[in-house]
Every structure is written in C-alpha cells, then in structure tokens.
C-alpha cells in the first residue's frame, strides 16, 4: 500500500484507533495531518516518531463539531501539502450511557454531533481539495448494525447515520472519490476502558469465533487498505472488523 506523496487527514488522530491510523499512513509514506481534541500528547508524539523515521506530519487542536476549526485544520493541511487525498475521519464518542427514557434532548443531540455531524462537517471541508482517486474513510460501528449495548441506542443511531451517509456520499461523489467506512466491533481502547464493565468485555471477547478483542492496529490496517489504490473498486462499503461477533 505505496501512499507515498499522498496526503491524509485523520481526526482524533491522538489516541487508539485514530493514532495507530496516523502511524499506518505515515509508514506507507503519506504526509498526515493529525487532529486531536484533548490527546496532545499521543499527537505529538506521533508527529515526533513521523518526523524521526523521515516522514512529514504536522498535529492541530481542533473541535470537529465546529465548522469554523474543521475549516482551519483542512485550510492548514492544504496551506502545507497542496490538497487532499485521503480523509480518515475517526473523531466521535459516546459521551455516557443514557436510556432513552432517562435521555435530555442535550445529550441525543451532544452524541449526534460527535458522531454523524462531525462526519458531514469533515466531508463537506474537504470535498473541494480531494483529488482525483482521492478516498473518504470513517469509523462507524458495530453499534450502528446491532443497536448497541445498554444505554447507548443514540450512538448506535449516530453511527448508523454514518454507514447510511457512506453509501449516499459514494453515489454522490463518485467516480472522483471513493466513501467507506469500517464497523469495529469490541476494540481494545479506552472507549471501552471507560465505558464497558470488564465482565462484559470478557464475555463479548469469549464469544466470538476469535476469542479475543481487536487492536487499533488491526482496524488502521483495513482503514489504511480501504484508503489506499488497493481498494479502488471498493466504495459504498460498510466493512464489519469484529472476530467474527457479528456477520453481515
């Protein structure tokens, strides 16, 4: 998966998934601009490792709910590099686990902005500096596909918000650019170190055909594959990496 010369944005880019995608691009050779929100730290660091090995990286601060940040950290990457061929948007979260009858109109609408508007936000900047082959990566969600666990049925609908706008977004901009998005399933990261009890976790990892969880690692190298040339008739795809927990 030969990126070199090419150009990515990964949002959240500072920690698990988001991170190990930046370092994934930046071994195959693409220049990266990483986003982060509160991870300063694994950002910087990543740009330091880039840096190190030879490779080109820069971090940005930056809120992806507001257009006006998403706009800067495009505008800088252009400013830097020339123009965009990859977004890999990773940016989201749960926030906390609500029940729908104990849930504020504030939270539903705090969890969609993470999730499905952070989406259209990034796509919308950074649709007029794509270049020709350029591709749109997302990270849905098994969630999206199965409802979700206890309490999180608006993230689970935030994320298949995300899976329906891929398959619309790769109508809509294709042939120039291919839209895909991957669907993890139970991914070591702190996601589930906040937000997952340990029992679950280890019952969710006994049942699947693997008898495991996943690594941010093994999701970057399919983001990084569904990115790349190698992927070029693949878009519309909502690509399930979860053991084998769930099949679709």
């Not at 986003?35 to 490792?49: I, K, L, R």
Request: aromatic fraction near 6%; hydrophobic fraction near 45%; charge should be neutral.
């Amino acid at each position: 998966m030969n990126l070199k010369g090419k150009t990515a944005i990964v949002t959240g880019g500072g920690r698990d998934i988001g991170r190990a995608c930046v370092m994934r691009l930046a071994k195959e050779g693409a220049n990266v601009a990483i986003n982060y929100f509160q991870s300063s730290e694994g950002a910087d660091s990543a740009v330091a490792e880039i840096k190190a090995a030879g490779g080109n990286a820069f971090a940005m601060q930056g809120d992806m709910t507001k257009q006006n940040e998403v706009k800067a950290l495009v505008a800088a990457t252009v400013e830097a590099y020339g123009s965009v061929d990859t977004l890999m948007h990773v940016s989201g979260g749960i926030v906390k686990r609500v029940s729908i009858a104990d849930m504020t109109l504030e939270h539903w609408n705090k969890v969609m902005e993470l999730n499905t508007t952070s989406f259209f936000l990034a796509v919308n900047a950074v649709i007029p500096f794509l270049n020709e082959g350029s591709s749109i990566v997302s990270i849905a969600s098994q969630a999206g596909r199965d409802g979700g666990g206890p309490g999180a049925a608006v993230y689970a609908a935030s994320k298949g918000a995300m899976t329906t706008l891929t398959r619309g977004l790769a109508k809509e901009l294709g042939p120039k650019v291919r839209v895909n998005a991957l669907c993890p399933g139970m991914i070591d990261t702190d996601f589930h170190n906040i937000f997952s009890k340990p029992e679950v976790r280890t019952h969710v990892a006994g049942i699947t055909p693997l008898k495991r969880e996943g690594t941010p690692d093994e999701v970057a190298n399919l983001a990084v594959f569904l990115a790349s040339d190698e992927a070029s008739f693949i878009t519309g795809a909502n690509v399930d990496i979860n053991g084998g927990l769930l099949f679709s």
